[in-house]
């Protein structure tokens, strides 16, 4: 099993943990997706309290939907069988 989180907790082992920071479209996936066959994927952006972003409609798309769109992308290339949602 493998996690890609967004930072790591201090003393936190990193392996096999890939940081990847915020989402976004911009990361690549490839070297987290070696040999995976399934993805869980929980993350997204939602119940947001304390609004800092000028567009959060535009903000949840970029997250929710480019990221994820971007991350389907990158593991069908990798072979990846199945994404999940969690």
Request: glycine share 8%; net charge positive; charged share 20%.
């Amino acid at each position: 099993m493998r996690r890609a989180v967004r930072s790591l907790p201090i003393g936190t082992p990193p392996d096999p943990t890939f940081v990847v920071g915020n989402l976004c479209d911009r990361i690549d996936w490839t070297p987290a997706l070696e040999g995976v066959g399934c993805i869980v994927h929980l993350a997204a952006r939602t119940h947001v309290l304390r609004e800092t972003v000028a567009n959060p409609l535009e903000e949840y798309r970029r997250v929710n939907v480019a990221s994820t769109g971007k991350l389907a992308q990158q593991a069908a290339a990798a072979g990846v069988r199945r994404l999940a949602p969690g």
